[in-house]
């Protein structure tokens, strides 16, 4: 399949705005699926984990390929929930265009917020399709003006809908002037065009006018065009719309019910007509490790290049076949049986197998080329975030950054022989998931996981349970907490040991001072290296630090925002070896610590309230009896918005109590924000 030919496109959104929903009538309509599935049901293709069938949710990121007049989309359906942003970051990083969709009701909610975020970060093109034009209170000009106001992105409607909520019963395109209208019995899959009636003739030219204009407005020559009041063609509208698209200067508006099968037709044709191949976006940004690190390059999408560019962008486990590495191809070919090189572990792997991925189950491949999304099988050592290539070529692509864990729980296995069976499962789930991780702790010997929130601990250790088949109990959660300092010290410390009759020498000052909230630990080295002190010594040293940024200072919580510089070293050629110098550091930096007034900090989250109007007094109180801040509130057609911070600790328990003070009918959602200093 020609590159032109291609697509990678995601589906993003809030929770349940009809992301998979919208997924499965587009797998059904290119011909993918030949029966359509529910998630009510526990049915939908794409959610295919039995956890994802008994919650109804979206958990991990499903991807699948289908055909659609000649062309190859690769499509990526995320999860909405907070708990899983993960999913949706490592999915946005290797797709070329989205698709948001949006509530008609709704509109923008609190996890549309965050994944429009996280796509404005890696500069993805997308398209907005407004779901649920059937129900009631839906408003697609609000939804239009919301995310508007909300982004500050130009938007601009490609289709207006004919009725609202209870009399929404097709579409009126803009680009063609004509009416779409779906036929029930067929399950959408039909569906007659005809000219605009007469109650929508003078809102069609309205709005038709407004889109000429907004896309004449980003290309001069259409501009000119425009202005000496010449006739622009379909053909010149589309095209000009898609290059807005693409340089991300318009966002364009769609519309539909998907559960009632109308809309997505055209939506996949825009798809095509207006979302980027993978050679019409920014060649990929990498770094030569053999040249210097400073020196980025240009990975071209072209699938003729020697050298083979992949970025493993997710792990999965399967029972079968072992681990699944999803791969992301920026340049060249990769073929089964060869060798490839992961550059940032510098090792060697071999690809037993190349899979095409269809939610869950897989086609067998001979090769895949740049643009392409497959699964590779046989990777031993490869993490999420890897880049792979040559060793005649090894860039090193820019890898996924993930948010640190703020949930902790101690779990351990029933029986002592199922000990090492729960260590090797934790050690697959961590390797899938990156804001998993597991640990023991030192001073009460437990074992201890920590994750994004309770939903996510609490599907992961369902997984454990019934995937893994590995029994185990759970203690009460815990938060994460961290440690940092609160002044600037300066520390000498002069290391000297004998050791197997050898003495031992080490010398050496570091100056540790506090970062700005967010910032994360740093380490610097000030002093000018000199060739009579090898390499070595000056790597020990940063290990020995970025050791200690793990351990932390007086609780063993891991360090934050503390920056440490060594500014000066004494070496002996004789006495003081790499030993001694990672020991002095870390004496160094625990003095160091102690000494600049270390405090205790604690997760704070960012709390978003939905709640009807009626009940918004109630779901405010709950929330500032935990200790919660309340920043603003914004109004809704069907309710409103409270955007609140709380300490994590303070947050366990909260759903309940929400759900009893609304009488269910409150949602809320969290993610992390800061850590603070913590309140007594």
């Known amino acids: 399949m020609s590159l032109e030919k291609m697509r990678n496109i995601g589906i993003m959104a809030h929770i349940d705005a009809g992301k998979t929903t919208t997924t499965e009538r587009i797998l059904y309509y290119s011909g993918k699926i030949h029966k359509i599935g529910e998630i009510d049901d526990g049915a939908a293709t794409m959610d295919f984990m039995k956890q994802e069938q008994e919650r109804g949710i979206t958990i991990g990121?499903?991807?699948i390929?289908?055909?659609?007049?000649?062309?190859?989309?690769?499509?990526?359906?995320?999860?909405?929930?907070?708990?899983?942003?993960?999913?949706?970051?490592?999915?946005?990083?290797?797709?070329?265009?989205?698709?948001?969709?949006?509530?008609a009701v709704g509109h923008v909610q609190p996890q549309t917020e965050t994944v429009w975020k996280q796509a404005d970060e890696f500069n993805v093109?997308?398209?907005?399709?407004?779901?649920?034009?059937?129900?009631?209170?839906?408003?697609?000009?609000?939804?239009?003006?919301?995310?508007?106001?909300?982004?500050?992105?130009?938007?601009?409607?490609v289709q207006i809908p004919c009725g609202e909520g209870n009399d929404f019963d097709g579409l009126i395109d803009l680009i063609e002037m004509k009416e779409i209208h779906w036929d029930a019995e067929s399950e959408g899959e039909k569906f007659t065009v005809s000219e605009i009636s007469s109650q929508y003739e003078s809102l069609a030219n309205e709005w038709h006018e407004k889109l000429v204009d907004a896309v004449a407005s980003n290309d001069e020559q259409l501009g000119e065009i425009y202005l000496e009041g010449g006739e622009i063609t379909k053909e010149q509208l589309k095209a000009s719309l898609r290059k807005a698209v693409i340089s991300r200067t318009l966002v364009p508006f769609f519309c539909g019910t998907a559960r009632r099968n109308q809309g997505i037709q055209p939506l996949m044709d825009a798809v095509i007509d207006y979302l980027p191949a993978p050679d019409e976006i920014p060649a990929a940004k990498g770094v030569h490790i053999k040249k210097n690190d400073e020196e980025t390059v240009d990975v071209e999408c072209n699938p003729?290049?020697?050298?083979?560019?992949?970025?493993?962008?997710?792990?999965?486990?399967?029972?079968?076949?072992?681990?699944?590495?999803?791969?992301?191809?920026?340049?060249?070919?990769?073929?089964?049986?060869?060798?490839?090189?992961?550059?940032?572990?510098?090792?060697?792997?071999?690809?037993?197998?190349?899979?095409?991925?269809?939610?869950?189950?897989?086609?067998q491949m001979d090769s895949v080329s740049a643009g392409d999304i497959a699964v590779f099988v046989g990777f031993k050592v490869a993490q999420t975030g890897d880049s792979i290539g040559s060793e005649g070529f090894p860039v090193l692509l820019e890898s996924v950054k993930f948010p640190e864990p703020v949930i902790s729980i101690a779990i351990e296995s029933e029986t002592m022989s199922d000990r090492d069976k729960l260590m090797e499962t934790l050690d697959v789930l961590s390797h899938e998931d990156p804001t998993f991780t597991y640990r023991d702790d030192s001073e009460t010997g437990q074992l201890v996981?920590?994750?994004?929130?309770?939903?996510?601990?609490?599907?992961?250790?369902?997984?454990?349970?019934?995937?893994?088949?590995?029994?185990?109990?759970?203690?009460?959660p815990q938060v994460t907490y961290r440690e940092s300092i609160t002044?600037?010290?300066?520390?000498?410390?002069?290391?000297?040991?004998?050791?197997?009759?050898?003495?031992?020498?080490?010398?050496?000052?570091?100056?540790?001072?506090?970062?700005?909230?967010?910032?994360?630990?740093?380490?610097?080295?000030?002093?000018?290296?000199?060739?009579?002190?090898?390499?070595?010594?000056?790597?020990?040293i940063e290990s020995a630090v970025n050791n200690c940024f793990a351990g932390g200072i007086k609780y063993g919580y891991p360090c934050a925002d503390i920056s440490v510089s060594l500014t000066d070293l004494t070496y002996d050629p004789l006495t003081s070896t790499t030993f001694a110098f990672e020991a002095a550091a870390a004496e160094a930096f625990d003095a160091a610590c102690s000494a600049a007034s270390p405090q205790m900090l604690e997760p704070v989250m960012e709390v978003d309230i939905e709640s009807p109007s009626e009940f918004v007094g109630d779901a405010m109180s709950a929330i500032t009896q935990r200790g919660g801040m309340i920043e603003s509130m914004e109004e809704k057609s069907d309710g409103s918005i409270i955007h609140a911070q709380a300490p994590m600790v303070k947050m366990f328990g909260f759903s309940t109590n929400l759900r009893s003070v609304t009488q269910g009918r409150a949602s809320f959602g969290m993610t992390f924000s800061h850590f603070q200093i913590k309140s007594n």
């Open 125 to 157: 093109p997308r398209i907005c399709f407004v779901n649920k034009m059937d129900r009631i209170g839906a408003d697609f000009f609000g939804a239009l003006e919301d995310v508007k106001k909300k982004f500050g992105c130009e938007t601009v409607a």
């Open 449 to 476: 996981i920590s994750g994004m929130g309770e939903l996510h601990l609490d599907v992961l250790v369902t997984r454990i349970r019934d995937d893994f088949k590995v029994q185990c109990r759970v203690g009460e």
């Open 304 to 363: 003729d290049a020697k050298t083979p560019v992949g970025l493993v962008f997710k792990i999965q486990y399967d029972s079968q076949m072992g681990m699944l590495c999803y791969v992301r191809m920026y340049a060249g070919k990769i073929s089964n049986g060869t060798m490839i090189y992961n550059v940032g572990k510098k090792k060697r792997e071999r690809v037993n197998r190349i899979l095409r991925v269809n939610a869950n189950h897989m086609e």
């Open 487 to 540: 002044c600037p010290v300066d520390y000498e410390e002069n290391y000297e040991r004998t050791l197997g009759g050898k003495e031992l020498t080490a010398k050496l000052k570091l100056h540790v001072e506090p970062c700005k909230t967010g910032t994360g630990n740093v380490y610097t080295c000030d002093v000018k290296k000199s060739s009579d002190i090898p390499e070595e010594i000056y790597d020990c």
């Open 65 to 103: 390929t289908t055909e659609w007049k000649g062309h190859q989309i690769n499509i990526i359906d995320t999860p909405g929930h907070v708990d899983f942003t993960a999913e949706v970051e490592r999915s946005l990083r290797v797709l070329d265009g989205a698709v948001a969709v949006i509530c």
């Open 61 to 63: 990121s499903a991807a």
